[in-house]
């Protein structure tokens, strides 16, 4: 069993930073690849970024690409989002998620990941 929990999330203007952070504990959380997703009011939610188990491969959405960037501290058990450049389009809450397929192979839906946090909001005002 592993938990998840979020911090970070905020009120920040556009064009402004945040650093999200996922603690995990429980068992062996260090082994899971992590993702961070992300719901808007109205809409579904979806993916955002994902970094390989070791830390080594990354892979953003196109919307977010060049603009966030995940990294992840095994020591620590803890991933990050930082998150640069905001819109007010990524105004959401977000959620990290652990899964432990073999990398580069991803989850083909979010009910086959492990496990999930329970979000943390960030608002960007314009």
């Known amino acids: 069993q592993v938990q998840l929990v979020e911090s970070g999330g905020g009120l920040v203007q556009a064009g402004g930073s945040l650093r999200l952070s996922c603690a995990a504990s429980?068992?062996?959380?260090?082994?899971?690849?992590m993702d961070w997703f992300r719901q808007a009011p109205g809409k579904e939610r979806e993916f955002v970024a994902t970094i390989s188990w070791r830390g080594g491969m990354t892979y953003y959405a196109d919307s977010v690409k060049g603009r966030f960037t995940i990294s992840r501290d095994n020591a620590k058990n803890t991933v990050y989002l930082q998150m640069n450049s905001l819109k007010p389009e990524d105004t959401a809450v977000y959620y990290c998620a652990a899964d432990r397929g073999p990398w580069p192979v991803r989850p083909a839906t979010q009910d086959e990941y492990d496990y999930w946090g329970q979000g943390t909001q960030v608002t960007v005002s314009s």
């Open positions: 429980g068992r062996t959380p260090s082994t899971y690849n």
